[in-house]
Antibody, heavy 119, light 110 residues
Framework: EVQLVESGGDLVQSGGSLRLSCAASGFTFSDYPMFWVRQAPGKGLEYVSSISSVAGTTYYAKSVMGRFTISRDDSRNTLYLQMGSLRPEDMAVYYC????????????WGRGTLVTVSS | QSALTQPASVSGSPGQAITISCTGTSSDVGSYNLVSWYQQYPGKAPKLMIYEVNQRPSAISNRFSGSKSGNTASLTISGLQAEDEADYYCCSYAGGYIFVFGGGTKLTVL
């Protein structure tokens, strides 16, 4: 069974840093591009960042570019999101998602981890 | 990377059909047949309902269908059931490994 389990969400002050993790199981993690998608309270889904398989090429939404860093450790089957210079508008549930093999859609999601940013 | 445009809410009675639109640009929806739709219940993770505009995962009811014309994609749910009441999000590939989501539509089954 494919499983994605996020962790690391916490209450942090504006300007602070946090690292999120996503532990993957049930599939060959290294074969898949992986994503972070967030959802602010009462709001819609927002693409945050992604990382390709193999080459580990990274991509970011403009809203987080230069502040967040996505990475992966294929030996640990884990995806990371290092978040810096946090702002109140970064407060959200952060989901880890898998891009379907060979497709351009998300076929597996974690349950999310909540990041709260206090001003 | 502007969000795709969806109606904030739609509603319908049991048994009826509803359609949710999703309008993007020539850089996302209009350029690729790579629109997907997700259903989300409160406090839960999103669930894939439609991919590549009109493809349905095997476990998804054939009451759900998708289409696209130009820069606008649509999700149609026929034979509405109470359990369809949820939020629905469209999503389009936008190049590289970048995607853009719609703002979401709350479906109410009357």
């Amino acid at each position: 069974e494919v499983q994605l389990v996020e962790s690391g969400g916490d209450l942090v002050q504006s300007g602070g840093s946090l690292r999120l993790s996503c532990a993957a199981s049930g599939f060959t993690f290294s074969d898949y591009p992986m994503f972070w998608v967030r959802q602010a309270p009462g709001k819609g889904l927002e693409y945050v960042s992604s990382i390709s398989s193999v080459a580990g090429t990274t991509y970011y939404a403009k809203s987080v570019m230069g502040r967040f860093t996505i990475s992966r450790d294929d030996s640990r089957n884990t995806l990371y999101l290092q978040m810096g210079s946090l702002r109140p508008e970064d407060m959200a549930v952060y989901y880890c998602a898998r891009l379907s093999g060979g497709g351009y859609y998300f076929d597996a999601w974690g349950r999310g981890t909540l990041v709260t940013v206090s001003s | 990377q502007s969000a795709l445009t969806q109606p904030a809410s739609v509603s319908g009675s049991p048994g009826q059909a509803i359609t949710i639109s999703c309008t993007g640009t020539s850089s996302d929806v209009g350029s690729y047949n790579l629109v997907s739709w997700y259903q989300q219940y409160p406090g839960k993770a999103p669930k894939l309902m439609i991919y590549e505009v009109n493809q349905r995962p095997s476990a998804i009811s054939n009451r759900f269908s998708g289409s696209k014309s130009g820069n606008t994609a649509s999700l149609t749910i026929s034979g509405l059931q109470a359990e369809d009441e949820a939020d629905y999000y469209c999503c389009s590939y936008a190049g590289g490994y970048i995607f853009v989501f719609g703002g979401g539509t709350k479906l109410t089954v009357l």
